[in-house]
């Protein structure tokens, strides 16, 4: 059930307790001040004003469904926060020109209390009222996480409970637009698939849709916050490391590490290793085209461009692991897994310059193994340090020996 009715702005002026212009599913204030005096300018010529649709929450408390960024302009105008532009025209005789709503003379002012806007008021449910809300949206120049802040479900809930994580008090980046929330959507979605995908729009999209009854005790749920103490314990304070691509990125590494390596009470060795990666790469870019690492140089443009694909995800998370095994000490896979894995691999190979540390054969990258220079059998951990290069005679006379 909808009414229409009319207010004059002066009475919209005085119902500001009444109407709630941020309930959850609405952006924040987003309306440069041309656009604030635009809209005024326009209530001075006496155009036609979009009506502006509420939903009654209880008798005489109102949501705002569409139409906040005129209501706040109209309401900061009355407050004296912007004035008019340099430009304006005169109305009726009377100079308004850089004028606030103060400073007008009172013909003026009577014109702007006294113009009538029309209203929509909805009397619906909370999830017809979202339902509404993105249909009035389309055409706007509304984000993606502004529009899926919107879709009603568990997903959307527990998506704002990720982006009020207290780690993102620590990121060195703002909460702009719902920006949070899309970078705890995209770190959702990881979680979920539990691997790298696509973290593009359309994919979080689908995400909330697909899991409108998602069950925020479930295994993932619990795993994404566990990531994400583990991410606060790292960078207990603001970190101008933590940029949006940076953020993603550590959440995937941590979700790696966890279930595959003993990474407990390392949280200060990981994010000094880290510091010192973005140091790094920072002086890196300050070398002339020539001398600069090419490694570092991909890492950039797959930052730079292209941040949410897999291929982006999958270059900066394959040089972040490697690089984060080669400078941090004993960081050992867990008991129950016996062989190294592929970039521990890697920098086991690249350490010893594929040299047999035996008989000192050059080994080309298929084939080699990875032997435990202390064994596993007698406790020898699957970590860098523990590791070498064998060719295949070697490794078949060592044996289990030490």
Same mark, same amino acid.
């Given at each position: ?18 109407i ?29 004003i ?22 706040? !302009? ?6 004296? =926060?912007?004035?008019? @532009?340099?430009?304006? &025209?005169?109305? /009726?005789?009377?100079? #308004? !020109? ?6 007008? =003379?009172?013909?003026? @002012?009577?014109?702007? &209390?006294?113009? /009538?806007?029309?209203? #929509?008021?909805l009397?619906?449910?909370d ?19 502004e ?13 704002k ?23 705890a ?21 689908e ?6 009854e ?10 994404i ?35 595959n ?27 002339e085209?020539?001398?600069?690492d ?74 080699w ?31 289990d020996s030490?």
């Amino acid at each position: 059930m909808l009414n229409k009715t009319t207010w004059p702005l002066l009475s919209l002026n005085k119902r500001r307790k009444q109407i709630n212009t941020n309930p959850d599913y609405q952006r924040p204030s987003v309306w440069t001040k041309n656009q604030k005096q635009l809209l005024i300018d326009s209530i001075l010529h006496d155009y036609d004003i979009p009506k502006i649709y509420l939903h009654e929450v209880e008798k005489g408390k109102y949501d705002v469904v569409d139409g906040q960024q005129r209501i706040r !302009a109209i309401w900061s105008f009355y407050d004296n =926060e912007y004035a008019l @532009s340099k430009d304006a &025209d005169d109305i /009726n005789g009377f100079k #308004v !020109a850089n004028k606030k709503y103060f400073e007008l =003379e009172p013909e003026i @002012s009577d014109i702007i &209390d006294t113009y /009538n806007l029309d209203f #929509v008021i909805l009397d619906k449910n909370d999830d017809e009222i979202r339902e509404m809300f993105l249909r009035l949206q389309n055409g706007t120049s509304l984000k993606a996480q502004e529009k899926r802040n919107a879709i009603p479900g568990k997903m959307r809930d527990f998506v704002k409970k990720v982006a009020s994580h207290k780690f993102f008090d620590n990121v060195n980046f703002k909460d702009s637009r719902f920006t949070y929330d899309l970078i705890a959507a995209q770190m959702c979605l990881l979680a979920l698939n539990g691997t790298i995908v696509n973290i593009k729009d359309k994919d979080l999209n689908e995400m909330y849709w697909n899991n409108t009854e998602f069950d925020e005790n479930c295994f993932h749920a619990k795993n994404i916050i566990k990531i994400l103490d583990y991410l606060y314990k790292m960078f207990p304070t603001k970190a101008p490391e933590l940029q949006r691509y940076s953020v993603i990125s550590l959440f995937l590494l941590i979700m790696d590490l966890n279930p595959n390596y003993d990474i407990r009470n390392r949280e200060n060795d990981i994010a000094n290793w880290f510091i010192n990666f973005e140091s790094n790469r920072a002086k890196d870019k300050m070398k002339e085209a020539e001398e600069q690492d090419p490694v570092l140089v991909l890492y950039q443009r797959w930052i730079s461009n292209s941040s949410d694909t897999y291929e982006s995800l999958s270059y900066r998370h394959k040089v972040l692991k490697e690089d984060l095994l080669a400078h941090v000490n004993n960081l050992s896979l867990k008991d129950s897994q016996r062989s190294f894995d592929e970039a521990q691999r890697q920098v086991i190979y690249r350490r010893d310059k594929g040299i047999c540390q035996e008989c000192g054969k050059k080994c080309e990258w298929n084939d080699w193994e990875a032997d435990h220079k202390i064994p596993w059998s007698k406790g020898g951990k699957t970590e860098i340090e523990n590791g070498q290069v064998l060719c295949p005679i070697c490794n078949s006379k060592k044996s289990d020996s030490i």
